[in-house]
């Protein structure tokens, strides 16, 4: 990029560490963070966060989360730069290698996701900011021969008596050779020029410009393209293969047979795709051929009739069941749905006899790095992570597949290949977010209040896969998010069931909350209806234990005009939800025409504690509700024959401009820890439509996609 003030650089793992043992004339600062930030389900590394300043007195974060459109590029420099007393247009950001000193300890891997980014660098990233700050005061003071109080730091300089200056630069060699002090002075909220403030996006300019460079930019000298054709059912393998006339095409430089299909590699990439669909090939497609969307719901709500394993026990539900007025019982169920990043998978690889270049999007270096190292033989110190701006991830950049495949393709040619799938490619070849079925009953007493729940949930884990550790008595911690209902019921019960489908599933954008949010706030809505109450109403006095869900729910409601008259043919909706360590609540608004639901106003309220840039906060919630919204009304992937029915968004829809609605987002100023904000209103606009299409047409949709013939 050429613009210095928005530059997002990449950096190898040697080159960072050569940086960082000795930059002529620089200063370098890992973070050793306090134990109270610290502590995190990893112990065996300390996270850390870096900041040099050069001799040039340019001022470098080195960033350990991708930028995927969420904004890590401008809100993690900010922490830095409000502590830093820099400009933070002066601040460039370079992306971290992969490494455990990366590792983000709200997930326990070098790891973007779990809207984690701002909760889990909140803190670290402003002592690093003052560390440095301190320690380039320190190095004023020694130089002029004068006491640390005396000086202080203002826009990139510290200033000492009777106008005496130095910028950054001038003491950063001098800085660098000073202890780092343990326990950094922060400032105080009211004294901060940007951390909370809505500052425009460091990114902005290269994307506009063309300069910023995403996976599928990445050109390296010698490299050359490959296209791979991959079974169409899922996991099968290649029985035979005829190259004849596809090695007689144009630019065709090799074709070769990986572990998951046969790649061609061309000069250009249209060559390499053009003559991969020449290849004639005799597929082994596996048992999964069996597979279809009939077979697995079959199977699912069979499961479903099985107990799981209990994650919350309160009082008892079956005694409060059974004395209860008025009971109510319904099943949810939601669908496979894909990832659908606007850019494909692809990543480049150069594979050499003592080394591996990767350079790509990818949400999880530390596991890019680790296949790398595996499937080479080689010490992941061999391995260098280069990563570039994703065009989505969406937690389809988590896994790595399309990582090894270029490894792979790479190490057979014996040249730098970059690998790219085409749309149809990665709509077949996803890791599906799992379809499932919840059922829920409750208990009303006389007056109407619910008094019993049962919450019984059935769908895979992605989590015995990825992470199997993680997954213990039974219990998938990301299965369960949402699922337990902050209301005030004296009498609950939940469990879950996993149940493996076949079909391969992975983490999508809001993971289980989506999953769970939609049943639990339809179910709300049921026993509302059921006990003759407004919606909001009844909601609102179950949260008397809950200050910061009640409140959202009320200022969602006065945003909305809740309870007072719409447009003709106009109904609202209500739902909320606790995620990622947000409270959010939402509105919509809608009208139903000849069987066409249209969402015409989503009001959201949230409170995310801590913000660092509230304008990144709104551009979340805008994406977030957008891409709920295509899951609520159109999402769904299905199967027959063991292939995937869906292939280009002609097949799988996202909401377009036409059918977009006003989204209204309203932040409460909050003194709470950072939450995430990426994720929760793609989780909780479905049931918040369907409650508003309930309110339209008087009919129950508990299947998603929202379907109403």
Aim: hydrophobic share 45%.
């Amino acid at each position: 990029m050429s613009d210095a003030k928005s530059s997002v650089v990449n950096t190898s793992r040697r080159t960072f560490l050569k940086a960082g043992a000795a930059v002529s004339g620089g200063l370098v600062i890992g973070v050793a963070l306090p134990e109270v930030f610290a502590a995190g389900p990893v112990t065996t590394s300390m996270p850390n966060a870096w900041v040099r300043i050069g001799s040039d007195n340019q001022v470098t974060i080195y960033s350990a989360r991708s930028e995927m459109g969420q904004g890590v590029y401008t809100a993690m420099p900010t922490l830095v730069a409000e502590e830093l007393e820099v400009d933070l247009d002066k601040i460039k950001v370079e992306v971290a290698p992969a490494g455990e000193v990366y590792i983000n300890m709200l997930l326990g891997g070098q790891l973007t996701g779990g809207s984690t980014s701002v909760a889990e660098g909140y803190d670290k990233l402003r002592i690093a900011g003052a560390q440095a700050r301190m320690m380039l005061i320190s190095a004023a003071a020694q130089k002029w021969g004068v006491d640390e109080s005396k000086c202080s730091a203002q826009h990139g300089s510290v200033f000492g008596p009777k106008g005496v200056r130095a910028n950054y630069g001038q003491l950063a060699e001098a800085a660098s050779k000073l202890p780092v002090p343990k326990d950094p002075k922060l400032k105080d909220a009211k004294n901060f020029r940007y951390v909370g403030k809505s500052i425009k996006r460091l990114d902005t300019p290269s994307k506009v410009n063309g300069t910023a460079e995403f996976g599928i930019d990445v050109k390296l000298p010698g490299m050359l393209y490959a296209a791979l054709a991959q079974c169409p059912v899922i996991g099968g393998k290649v029985v035979s293969f005829d190259a004849a006339k596809a090695k007689g095409m144009p630019g065709v430089k090799n074709v070769v047979q990986i572990t998951d299909g046969v790649a061609v590699v061309a000069d250009s990439w249209w060559r390499a795709k053009t003559a991969r669909d020449a290849v004639v090939i005799t597929w082994d497609e596996g048992p999964a051929k069996a597979m279809s969307s009939g077979s697995i719901d079959a199977g699912l709500k069979a499961a479903a009739m099985k107990p799981g394993a209990v994650f919350k026990k309160q009082g008892d539900a079956d005694a409060g069941l059974k004395s209860a007025a008025k009971t109510l019982e319904a099943s949810y169920e939601m669908p496979f749905l894909s990832h659908s990043p606007m850019e494909p998978m692809n990543f480049t690889a150069d594979v050499k006899p003592d080394s591996c270049l990767l350079v790509g999007p990818t949400q999880f270096q530390q596991m890019a790095e680790g296949v790398a190292a595996q499937m080479l033989g080689m010490k992941p110190s061999q391995i260098t992570v280069r990563t570039t701006f994703l065009g989505g991830g969406f937690g389809r950049r988590i896994d790595v597949d399309f990582v090894a495949q270029a490894i792979e393709i790479s190490k057979a040619v014996g040249a730098p290949v970059k690998l790219v799938w085409t749309r149809e490619d990665d709509m077949t070849h996803d890791f599906y977010r799992p379809t499932s079925v919840h059922t829920l009953s409750g208990g009303l007493d006389a007056s109407g209040k619910p008094v019993a729940m049962k919450f019984h949930l059935t769908s895979s884990s992605v989590t015995a896969r990825l992470f199997p550790p993680f997954v213990k008595d039974g219990l998938d911690p990301f299965m369960l998010e949402a699922a337990a209902i902050p209301y005030e019921i004296p009498n609950q019960l939940a469990d879950s069931l996993i149940y493996e489908t076949g079909l391969r599933v992975g983490y999508w954008r809001s993971v289980s909350h989506a999953l769970n949010a939609f049943a639990n706030e339809s179910f709300m809505d049921e026993l509302a209806l059921a006990a003759g109450k407004d919606p909001y109403e009844f909601r609102r006095v179950l949260l008397d234990k809950h200050p910061r869900l009640k409140n959202v729910l009320e200022l969602a409601a006065a945003k909305s005009g809740w309870g007072k008259p719409l447009p003709a043919g106009r109904f609202r909706g209500i739902g909320l939800m606790e995620g990622y360590g947000t409270s959010m609540a939402q509105v919509a608004e809608v009208s139903v025409k000849d069987g066409v639901i249209k969402v015409h106003r989503v009001v959201v309220a949230a409170d995310l504690g801590k913000m660092v840039n509230p304008n990144i906060v709104n551009q979340q919630i805008e994406s977030s509700v957008i891409f709920g919204l295509s899951a609520a009304l159109y999402g769904e992937i299905t199967l027959k024959d063991g292939r995937i029915e869906q292939t280009n968004f002609d097949t799988y829809p996202v909401v377009r401009m036409p059918a977009s609605p006003k989204v209204e987002a309203h932040l409460v100023a909050s003194n709470e820890k950072p939450g995430g904000i990426g994720e929760p209103a793609t989780a909780l606009i479905s049931p918040t439509v369907a409650n508003a299409v309930f309110a339209a047409t008087g009919k129950r949709l508990r299947k998603l996609p929202l379907r109403l013939a």
